[in-house]
């Protein structure tokens, strides 16, 4: 997932988006915001490539997921939603530094 593109195509994959899905931010959004059960939890392994080829969309993918982390909280009932980035130990800290440098707080797990 080193473009947009890849981040949608294993999106849509992974969640079973729905096969009119336009592979753009807006059809994202919409498909993000109606996935179905609890908890909605998305491992995203080799997490030190994720939008290497674009970076500058990694602020706008990590704003959105927070915003989907807390409009899912927000429901009744709450449901939970997390992304865990996956990455060999010896890359953690950077990835844990992109993540930092758009203004997110990754929470990291042991060796």
Not at 69 to 96: C, G, I, K, M, N
Request: hydrophobic share 50%.
């Amino acid at each position: 997932m080193t473009d947009l593109a890849g981040v949608y195509s294993q999106f849509a994959t992974a969640w079973a988006f729905p096969d009119y899905f336009g592979r753009n931010k807006d059809a994202f959004d919409d498909c993000m915001r109606d996935l179905a059960g609890s908890p909605l939890i998305t491992e995203i392994t080799d997490a030190q490539r994720l939008l290497l080829d674009e970076p500058r969309q990694l602020r706008w993918f990590a704003a959105a997921l927070e915003f989907y982390a807390h409009s899912y909280r927000a429901q009744e009932p709450a449901v939970r939603f997390a992304v865990v980035l996956s990455a060999p130990a010896d890359l953690r800290a950077t990835v844990a530094r992109r993540w930092r440098a758009v203004d997110v707080e990754p929470i990291l797990l042991g060796d």
